[in-house]
């Protein structure tokens, strides 16, 4: 897991749940949702280093639900730039 990946992750996570910019959270509030990505990525690695193709539906659910929030977050970032 790389520092990017964690920043990437945690940023997808804390747009699903805040409208504000992440650069402006309180850094005690970014840190929280790093942890949250650390251990997401761990999960995720645990359950592919097994088998990538015997994901289990918990697994897959996860790694949606973060590409989900990947894309609202870069759609979030796209859409705050254009206006």
């Known amino acids: 897991m790389t520092p990017n990946q964690v ?3 945690a940023q997808a ?3 699903t749940e ?7 959270a309180p850094g ?3 840190e929280e949702f790093r942890d949250l990505a650390r251990v997401a990525i761990s999960l995720l690695d645990q359950q592919t280093s097994d088998s ?3 994901l289990t539906p918990k697994a897959s659910e996860i790694a949606r639900e973060v590409e989900t929030a990947r ?3 870069r759609h979030s970032r ?3 730039r254009s206006d």
């Not at 805040?18 to 402006?24: F, L, Q, R, T, V």
């Open 7 to 9: 920043e990437f992750v």
């Open 13 to 15: 996570f804390y747009a």
């Open 18 to 24: 805040h409208s504000g910019d992440w650069d402006a």
């Open 28 to 30: 005690v509030l970014q």
């Open 52 to 54: 990538r193709s015997s």
């Open 71 to 73: 894309q609202q977050w």
């Open 78 to 80: 796209v859409m705050t």
